[in-house]
T-cell receptor, first 114, second 112 residues
């Protein structure tokens, strides 16, 4: 699976959009970009995933560059409850019946300030 | 409510005393997995299961056992716990592993 690079930490004001970047310059054609978050020692929570088109759901938007070497997770109106470590994970969608392991890096600690 | 449950949530035990951490999901998921999380090391996969009676090692399986006799349950067994197994453990499940994975609330284990 391709390696990802994320900033160690970011701050965001409550009510503003939080834009979390992720670099995955070695991503291959069949690898998807997944985002999870972990709120202080709770179980990781799935946010969104995509291949090459931009994706949006009730939690966030995922913008993937045309060359797929980087992506941005957007939380449109951050709240205090969005303070968490955000993980960008690159992985093949279907590993042919093998392990669907998620490889978590260090992630980005997003702190939403009042 | 769709969820993954783990028990116990907290456990303090002593070296060598066998223990089992249970994991159960009510979503009829085929894929289940165990991770441990340690400071500076992130989450690492211990074991996973593609379906009933199908289990395999992850990245750090030493000192652990698992079983998958029923689709909903995937217990993690520490036959002879040691202090280096002190960690935060998470169980996860997914319909087929390809899309979102649901994580349990975690079990914080301390081995003295």
């Amino acid at each position: 699976d391709a390696k990802t690079t994320q900033p160690t930490s970011m701050d965001c004001a409550e009510g503003r959009a939080a834009n979390l970047p992720c670099n995955h310059s070695t991503i291959s054609g069949n690898e998807y970009v997944y985002w999870y978050r972990q709120i202080h020692s709770q179980g990781p929570q799935y946010i969104i995933h995509g291949l090459k088109n931009n994706e949006t759901n009730e939690m966030a938007s995922l913008i993937i560059t045309e060359d797929r070497k980087s992506s941005t997770l957007i939380l449109p109106h951050a709240t205090l409850r969005d303070t968490a470590v955000y993980y960008c994970i690159v992985r093949v969608l279907n590993s042919g019946g093998s392990n669907y392991k998620l490889t978590f890096g260090k992630g980005t600690l997003l702190t939403v300030n009042p | 409510e769709a969820q993954v449950t783990q028990n116990p949530r907290y456990l303090i035990t002593v070296t060598g005393k066998k223990l089992t951490v249970t994991c159960s999901q009510n979503m009829n998921h085929e894929y289940m997995s165990w991770y441990r999380q340690d400071p500076g090391l992130g989450l690492r996969q211990i074991y996973y299961s593609m379906n009933v009676e199908v289990t395999d090692k992850g990245d750090v399986p030493e000192g652990y056992k698992v079983s998958r006799k029923e689709k909903r349950n995937f217990p993690l067994i520490l036959e002879s716990p040691s202090p280096n197994q002190t960690s935060l453990y998470f169980c996860a499940s997914s319909f087929n592993g390809r899309n979102e994975q649901f994580f349990g609330p975690g079990t914080r284990l301390t081995v003295l």
